[in-house]
């Protein structure tokens, strides 16, 4: 019973270290191209997604504005007279409502989106993670393949199989 303890202890240290070593080395690997690659998407398909959610509540303000302008045309004459600084008709109803408070709030809003979209993409590169930075050192890299390597060894130095005994014989 004692003997099979020890091989389940065995057989854990063995997964644990060899799994750590094991990863070590595809970090140092990987690191630099395929990684950073992956990560950097992620950044980028994340802004893209809030930019597209900013476009689409911007698109709902437009049309609600469009449906406000056909509903009611003393809108679409006050607007005419906001834009060409002039008009031909006056107000059919003096208490109508002016212009929507958010037609400035949604040309702001669309103004920055534009420019958001015009910024560089070299701003997701400094969004990484700092461990993640610092594993793309070549030095660093180099002590994690050495150290990932290591410790396999000592895993099958250590922990590899064990010793079988053959069984005594009695001689009777």
């Known amino acids: 019973m004692n003997s099979r303890f020890g091989l389940i202890v065995r057989y854990v240290l063995f ?18 191209p395929e990684i ?30 469009i449906n406000l302008v056909r509903t009611e045309p003393n809108v679409l004459r006050r607007l005419e007279r906001v ?17 929507p408070p958010g037609s400035q709030a949604l040309r702001q809003t669309a103004q920055s989106i534009l420019a958001d979209m015009q910024k560089s993409p070299a701003a997701a590169e400094t969004d990484l993670p700092s461990w993640f ?34 069984p005594r014989r009695r001689l009777d």
């Open 83 to 99: 834009t060409f600084g002039t008009s031909t008709h006056l107000p059919e109803d003096a208490s109508a409502a002016d212009l």
């Open 15 to 32: 997964c644990l270290f060899f799994t750590v070593g094991a990863a070590a080395i595809t970090l140092s690997i990987l690191i630099d």
């Open 36 to 65: 950073s690659t992956c990560l950097t998407n992620r950044r980028m398909l994340h802004e893209i997604r809030r930019q597209n959610e900013k476009i689409a509540d911007l698109t709902a303000q437009y049309e609600a504005q």
């Open 133 to 166: 930075l610092r594993c793309r050192k070549p030095r660093i890299r180099t002590a994690l393949f050495a150290a990932g390597s290591g410790l396999i060894l000592i895993t099958f130095l250590f922990f590899g199989s064990p010793r079988i005994q053959a």
